[in-house]
């Protein structure tokens, strides 16, 4: 049938080799967004100090049952540990006004980190998505361009994703003076999030169905195959 290795290559977390539940849920990177999303949730007035400190525990946490696991050190997860130790030393160094204005713009702070890492891994060829996507398939369709571009496709997509929640909060905090706008706050930049996560999901599976497509279509005119694909 029409499983080659160009289906294979596409295929998305959770999808590649036998892993553990427990594999499949760390293996995907929402594990390197963690800390963010924290952080997103809980920043507000003197929390600065102990959301960086957990923050930093999750991005640790993660980066270490990594190294535990034997994969190799993500993109993402450094700059999560980088970010949030940066982040919690600097608070102790704020003068009160410096607190209070940190506390308003971290939100935005963060966002735009997260599209310079996104763009930045794009442009040194090296999609952040795209390690994710290798801890799921075998090594040998780790260079498959049908995998490579799929990947620097959905790490685009991330990248629109933090552009989208940086602008919104930005626009909420300087132009709306509200940083507690439920609009620019929550809604917007919650659903671009959540936009990034059901592409994540859905691209490759429409990139798999397009090649197990075309390769039927290709065996169905090739000499001495049947429509199934099978020899003749």
């Known amino acids: 049938m029409a499983d ?34 924290f952080l997103a949730i809980f920043e507000g007035p003197g929390s600065t100090g102990w959301v960086s400190a957990v923050a930093l525990a999750i991005s640790l946490f993660f980066v270490v049952y ?6 190799q050190l993500k993109i993402l997860g450094a700059v999560d540990v980088l970010f949030f130790a940066g982040l919690f030393i600097l608070h102790f160094f704020l003068t009160v006004d410096g607190q209070v204005w940190l506390e308003k713009w971290v939100g935005e702070i963060a966002n735009i980190t997260l599209v310079l890492i996104a763009i930045g891994s794009i442009l040194f060829r090296v999609p952040f998505t795209l390690q994710y996507a290798r801890d799921m398939v075998e090594p040998e369709y780790w260079n498959t361009p049908v995998f490579v571009k799929t990947n620097y496709i959905i790490t685009g997509a991330w990248a629109v994703a933090f552009a989208v929640a940086a602008a919104a909060g930005w626009y909420g905090d300087a132009i709306l003076d509200d940083n507690n706008n439920i609009w620019t706050g929550w809604v917007l930049q919650t659903g671009a999030m959540v936009c990034a996560i059901k592409f994540t999901d859905w691209y490759p599976d429409h990139v798999r169905a397009k090649a197990i497509a075309e390769h039927e279509r290709t065996e169905q005119g090739a000499p001495g195959h049947d429509p199934t694909g099978e020899p003749a």
């Open 4 to 37: 080659n290795s160009v289906n294979k290559a596409a295929r998305s977390p959770g999808q590649g080799r036998a892993a553990s539940t427990l594999d499949k849920i760390f293996d995907g990177p929402l594990t390197g967004l963690a800390p963010w999303i």
């Open 66 to 71: 990594d190294r535990i696991r034997g994969k």
